[in-house]
């Protein structure tokens, strides 16, 4: 439906299309399709760099590309630290995490950042960390790990009616 919509270019406002694109980047982007995301993400933050959500789909996408640029990395994450946003704490730990993990292919530093941000995260800010925590762990077939972090953290994925959707 997103892709039928970006074919309206002409009769649709930019406002219209620009969120259009945007869900279809997340779209792709929980079916685990980075890079079919990637370029779209890309236009989008082109078009509005400082739009916090334009940052956050193209970091996510590009540090997961073949061979991230970390120049480029590090002006989304600078972008990111300019935007108002009152989760920007959780998004530049879970850039910080997925930088280590997908770049620097440090499991150890990933994970202890991301453990780190549940002890204060709630709501979105929590279901947002535990997306990257649970992908990470996925990648290196590493469930019950993510499973045990749960345990450790006092987070149950079946009773706490802010992330229920999440699974």
């Given at each position: 439906y997103y892709e039928s919509a970006l074919s309206h270019t002409k009769e649709t406002k930019a406002?219209?299309?620009?969120?259009a694109e945007h869900e279809l980047v997340i779209a792709r982007m929980k079916l685990g399709k980075y890079d079919d995301?990637?370029?779209?993400?890309k236009k989008s933050y082109e078009k509005f760099p400082m739009n916090s959500f334009n940052i956050d789909a193209y970091y996510r996408c590009y540090v997961r590309s073949s061979h991230?640029?970390?120049?480029?990395?590090?002006?989304?994450?600078?972008?990111?630290?300019?935007?108002?946003?009152?989760?920007?704490?959780?998004?530049?730990?879970?850039?910080?995490?997925e930088r280590y993990f997908y770049v620097e292919n440090n499991l150890e530093a990933a994970l202890?950042?991301?453990?780190?941000?549940?002890a204060s995260a709630s709501g979105k800010d929590l279901k947002y960390v535990l997306t990257s925590l649970k992908e990470i762990c996925k990648n290196r077939d590493m469930i019950p790990t993510y499973d045990s972090?749960?345990?450790?953290?006092?987070?149950n994925m079946y009773n706490e009616a802010s992330i229920n959707d999440y699974e």
């Open positions: 406002s219209y299309l620009s969120k995301a990637l370029d779209i993400a991230p640029d970390v120049k480029v990395l590090d002006m989304l994450y600078h972008n990111m630290e300019m935007s108002p946003i009152p989760y920007k704490k959780y998004a530049l730990g879970v850039f910080t995490a202890k950042r991301l453990e780190g941000l549940l972090i749960l345990k450790r953290n006092n987070i």
